[in-house]
């Protein structure tokens, strides 16, 4: 009994590792579109100004968003193994696909098949190490996970540099060759518990009652808004900071777009590595907290938003950046282990889509938004300082959550 309980220990974190390089791979295409926005509107000059760019970035979100319960519904009824390699496999055939565009429709196009592959990972790939790190080990795997994340956008900002000594379409045709390769891989590697194949098998899940037993929990509400209101910050960051730092402190694009990304992601890395740690720490303590490490990151958020946006020197971005990192670690690493805490597993996939359809909906907006700023003269410092004013109200917002102390934790 015990070798076999070590055995599946020990595959637990083989999942881990097989899932960061997809992960990586997710998200370093969405900083590269950000951190060569320059070379490709001068390549593609039917994409006009910087409002039409920023559809290409809002593109991907909305799809994103919109498919994100669909992609969740799917992993949790029937195959969440096969749901994670096939999305890598679009992944793949988009990425290689957009370094070939050569129009702005095609690009856009492109962009809402991207967001239709990366719908089906994320939601996909958490529930997976949910369901294999039961109890003390689920934020630190998560955290491990999602740091992933943050090398995946601090490697998008080399895109930049790729693009001015080669060309930005090699990004796209490199990446999405080695996204291929990957899925082989996982192939071969991946696999589901045993205990989510057999659930699906004995009780077919339906939508109807995956909705109701979601969406009629007043806790998963609250989440569902707390998820939302941190994002807006993240996707302002994610998606125009090279450009804030280009003008702001007259740096070239690749310059700009490897520090937009590394202080960011650098510190993001720390962050979301030790807001496991800690969240695991402080739940033998209390099953709050998971809630209290997330609620002290997002607190983090609101002096490094007003530092980057008023920032009179380089060196004072660099500071605020490093701060907002930390902060959004110790966010992002807890909030698949908070739905933990209010959904049985067989919801949980789902659950996490809601949540990227509300919050990377409203994402999308603020990034519409932020081009249209920009083409009317409105200084990037306002956006900052309301970001920072919806994290503040979004950090009360979680200390309302009470999980009931007969919670799914070791589900």
């Not at 319960?69 to 949790?76: H, L, S």
């Not at 956008?153 to 291929?180: D, E, K």
């Not at 730092?245 to 650098?266: E, K, M, R, V, W």
């Not at 907006?365 to 920072?388: E, P, Q």
Request: charged share 10%; proline share 3%.
């Amino acid at each position: 009994m015990n070798g076999g309980a070590q055995k599946f220990s020990s595959y637990a974190w083989v999942v881990v590792a097989l899932l960061w390089p997809v992960v990586l791979l997710n998200y370093l295409d969405r900083q590269m579109v950000s951190a060569i926005r320059a070379s490709i509107r001068a390549d593609i000059p039917s994409i006009a100004n910087d409002q039409d760019f920023a559809m290409l970035m809002a593109t991907f979100m909305w799809v994103y968003a919109f498919l994100s319960p669909v992609g969740g519904f799917i992993a949790d009824k029937f195959n969440r193994r096969w749901t994670v390699i096939g999305s890598l496999f679009v992944w793949s055939a988009v990425t290689w696909a957009t370094g070939h565009a050569q129009t702005y429709s095609e690009m856009l196009t492109l962009r809402a098949l991207m967001g239709i592959s990366e719908a089906f990972y994320i939601p996909a790939a958490l529930a997976l190490i949910a369901d294999f790190h039961t109890g003390g080990t689920r934020a630190k795997a998560i955290g491990i996970h999602q740091s992933g994340i943050y090398v995946g956008l601090a490697l998008g900002g080399i895109g930049g540099y790729i693009a001015q000594t080669s060309s930005w379409r090699n990004c796209f045709t490199w990446f999405g060759a080695a996204g291929v390769a990957y899925a082989v891989v996982l192939l071969f590697a991946l696999r589901d518990t045993e205990k989510q194949n057999s659930a699906t098998a004995k009780a077919p899940i339906r939508i109807g009652e995956t909705c109701r037993a979601l969406w009629s929990q007043p806790a998963f509400w609250i989440l569902v808004v707390y998820f939302t209101l941190p994002a807006i910050a993240g996707w302002v960051t994610k998606n125009w900071l090279p450009t804030y730092l280009a003008d702001t402190f007259h740096l070239q694009q690749g310059p700009a777009g490897l520090s937009a990304t590394g202080y960011i992601q650098i510190a993001s890395f720390v962050g979301v590595l030790l807001g496991g740690v800690v969240a695991d720490w402080w739940m033998r303590r209390t099953n709050r907290g998971r809630i209290f490490t997330s609620a002290l990151g997002v607190l983090l958020l609101v002096p490094a938003l007003l530092g980057l946006g008023y920032a009179e020197s380089l060196a004072m971005a660099i500071g605020a950046m490093i701060l907002f990192g930390i902060g959004w670690g110790f966010f992002d690493c807890n909030n698949m282990p908070i739905l933990c805490q209010i959904a049985r597993p067989e919801h949980r996939a789902t659950g996490y889509g809601f949540m990227n359809l509300v919050s990377i909906s409203v994402g999308a907006g603020a990034t519409v938004v932020l081009g249209w700023m920009r083409d009317h003269g409105i200084k990037f410092s306002v956006a900052f300082a309301v970001s920072a004013a919806v994290a503040l109200l979004s950090a009360a917002l979680i200390l309302l959550l009470k999980p009931k102390t007969d919670n799914f934790e070791q589900a």
